[in-house]
């Protein structure tokens, strides 16, 4: 019943923008920190950016480039990505924890959503 959705991933060229989103049911996520995080092959899990009441993160490698936003009416956070890099290519994740503070170790998140592919290539 508590689910949160990714959607907006795809296949992009380098230098071109994305806009993902995770669609959250069943809870509001107005007490929550949400974050993102990527994976992508052979490598491990990493926290790319997140968003509470508190503070905004962004990792280093996407300062500059990515934005995280909430748009309350619908219960759905973005992270708008711009200036892609073939680096940027991996499954996105959206996860959440009712929190006032932001995190980076995804241990600490209790909801997550499913995935969703972005690809960057010439």
């Known amino acids: 019943q508590l689910q949160l959705v990714e959607s907006g991933g795809g296949l992009v060229q380098p230098g071109g923008s994305l806009r993902l989103s995770c669609a959250a049911s069943g809870f509001t996520l107005d007490y929550y920190a949400i974050g993102w995080f990527r994976q992508a092959p052979g490598k491990e899990r990493e926290g790319v950016s997140c968003?509470?009441?508190?503070?905004?993160y962004y990792a280093d490698s996407v300062k500059g480039r990515f934005t995280i936003s909430r748009d309350n009416a619908k219960n759905t956070v973005y992270l708008q990505m711009n200036s892609l890099k073939p680096e940027d290519t991996a499954v996105y994740y959206c996860?959440?924890?009712?929190?006032?503070?932001?995190?980076?170790?995804?241990?600490?998140?209790?909801?997550w959503g499913q995935g969703t592919q972005v690809t960057v290539s010439s």
């Open positions: 968003s509470s009441d508190s503070s905004t």
């Open positions: 996860a959440a924890v009712r929190s006032y503070y932001c995190s980076g170790y995804e241990r600490a998140y209790d909801y």
